[in-house]
């Protein structure tokens, strides 16, 4: 069964607007960390923004925010105000409380529109 | 600061000949991961290291790959023979304080003729 699961293989969004990312986990692990990274065209993998599975609010970090729902278990990217520089792709990965490494998501390619 | 380091950029090789790409990890940090990424496949990750020790080498895809750390600041990962579907980005990745997050080289793409 994948562990992190990007539904969504391609998103547009007109600059300015909000779009939000979706990205849903599996774990049997109480204590887990969730991750998103960015990858743009250029290619390097820069990190965004973190929520911890204890964490009581959701993670944020400038124009990101994660909108987790520990139920539901999900952890969509939320980016307001979008810009054409976001245009990228994104990956959400989470870390288990006893593993070391991350597991990635698919990837959701983001194109902002003018 | 510097970032995590790898060399390098790109590389173009035949197949068959042997291929080493190296990481300079950031200073102080522990974990160093080697993860591949190919249009297929995703982000996979090959082998993580702790304290210059190999600690889930289950990535690896066969017995082609082989990866050492000697020291705290550096680490290779060869290929030898190189195939065709070697061909992707190698990403070195070593982990932060605080959150744990990943700092990534700028990775090494790898073509396989």
């Known amino acids: 069964a994948q562990k992190i699961t990007q539904t969504q293989p391609g998103m547009f969004v007109q600059e300015k607007e909000a779009v939000t990312l979706d990205c849903t986990y599996d774990t049997s692990d109480p204590s887990y960390g969730l991750f998103w990274y960015k990858q743009p065209s250029s290619g390097e993998m820069i990190f965004l923004i973190y929520q911890g599975s204890y964490d009581q609010q959701n993670a944020t970090e400038g124009r990101y925010s994660l909108n987790f729902q520990k139920a539901r278990k999900s952890a969509n990217l939320v980016i307001s105000a979008s810009q054409l520089g976001d245009s990228a792709m994104y990956f959400c990965?989470?870390?288990?409380?006893?593993?070391?490494?991350?597991?990635f998501g698919t990837g959701t390619r983001l194109q902002v529109f003018p | 600061d510097a970032g995590v380091i790898q060399s390098p950029r790109h590389e173009v090789t035949e197949m068959g000949q042997e291929v080493t790409l190296r990481c300079k990890p950031i200073?102080?940090?522990?974990?160093l991961f080697w993860y591949r990424q190919t249009m297929m496949r995703g982000l996979e990750l090959l082998i993580y290291f702790n304290n210059n020790v190999p600690i889930d080498d289950s990535g690896m895809p066969e017995d082609r790959f082989s990866a050492k750390m000697p020291n705290a600041s550096f680490s290779t990962l060869k290929i030898q023979p190189s195939e065709p579907r070697d061909s992707a980005v190698y990403f070195c990745?070593?982990?932060?304080?605080?959150?744990?997050?990943?700092?990534f080289g700028e990775g090494s793409r790898l073509t396989v003729l």
């Open positions: 990965a989470m870390r288990e409380g006893g593993d070391d490494k991350l597991i």
């Open positions: 200073s102080g940090h522990d974990y």
């Open positions: 990745a070593t982990v932060g304080a605080g959150t744990g997050e990943l700092f």
